[in-house]
């Protein structure tokens, strides 16, 4: 079987891209952080991979906005390549900065098959504040990166990941199954104190695909939930499975995610 290549997105102010290559590579691919500037230039080639992956940091500084600067480097120099990109069988995942880069670019929700027209925003966090901290989440089935992951458990790190969509296309969205995952009360909420939803997210939207399942965007972080000492409770956990009798975990879920990505061309 032929390894798949994965095209990890880098730029200024990106600082996500090592963690997200080293998700990719345990999981299988081979990955590849590549600077926008070569993919301009010509130099890397995106028709040589089959994963494109917007990692998350904050590009361009979010000097214009979470993702706007990024967006519009893209949308000015390599839309046609990213567009003909998603027609084919390939993936697209993007992360934090990168589900913001991927809605203000139209490639999701893309209602309709309505790709390249904003029809969501992320806005500022309910309360101003950037947070920092792990959430729990319901997961769809509709993409294959979420696939045998019903619940789980993921660390966020943003200032701008309130989502809101008008009422009929948030109908849309809900109709047609396009919330990937939800925010819900969960091990972590409860072992923080914290709610369920941090940011004020209508219906609790964590994650949005488009409607063929193969772009899925997310706020929370999954590079950074690959092993099990990444929990912030594993100490405890560790010595109630040995208790027990139970074998320690190696993997956090967030690992499932880029395995997933991986199985899609296996």
């Keep these: 079987m032929t390894t798949p290549k994965a095209l990890v997105l880098t730029g200024y102010g ?3 891209s090592r963690e997200t290559q080293f998700a990719f590579t345990q999981a299988g691919a081979q990955a590849d952080i590549v600077h926008i500037n070569d ?3 010509g130099q890397r080639r995106l028709e040589n991979y089959q994963i494109l992956t917007f990692s998350g940091g904050f590009s361009y500084g979010d000097d214009t906005g979470s993702g706007n600067g990024l967006a519009n480097r893209i949308r000015n120099n390599l839309w046609e390549k990213v567009a003909e990109f998603v027609e084919k069988d ?14 203000r670019l139209g490639l999701l929700p893309a209602v ?3 790709y390249g027209t904003q029809q969501v925003s992320l806005l500022h966090n309910d309360g101003a504040q950037y947070l920092d901290r792990w959430v729990d989440l319901e997961c769809s089935q509709i993409s294959p990166w979420l696939k045998g992951v019903d619940r789980m458990s993921l660390p966020i790190a943003h200032g701008e990941g309130k989502l809101y969509a008008p009422p009929e296309v948030l109908e849309q969205l809900q109709q ?9 009360s969960g091990t972590m909420c409860v072992y923080q104190h914290l709610p369920a939803n941090p940011n004020g997210s209508l219906d609790d939207i964590a994650a949005l695909s488009d409607e063929s399942g193969r772009i899925l965007g997310m706020m929370p972080h999954p590079e950074r939930a690959i092993a099990f ?15 027990i009798g139970a074998s320690v975990p190696k993997t956090c879920l967030g690992l499932q995610i880029f395995e997933n990505g991986v199985k899609y061309f296996k």
């Design 14 to 16: 990106i600082n996500c």
């Design 39 to 41: 993919l301009i230039d």
């Design 90 to 103: 390939h993936l697209v995942l993007g992360i934090c900065n990168g589900f913001q880069a991927l809605v």
């Design 112 to 114: 309709n098959k309505n």
């Design 176 to 184: 047609r199954d396009l919330i990937a995952a939800r925010y819900v």
């Design 229 to 243: 000492t990444h929990l912030p409770h594993w100490s405890l956990i560790k010595e109630i499975v040995k208790r």
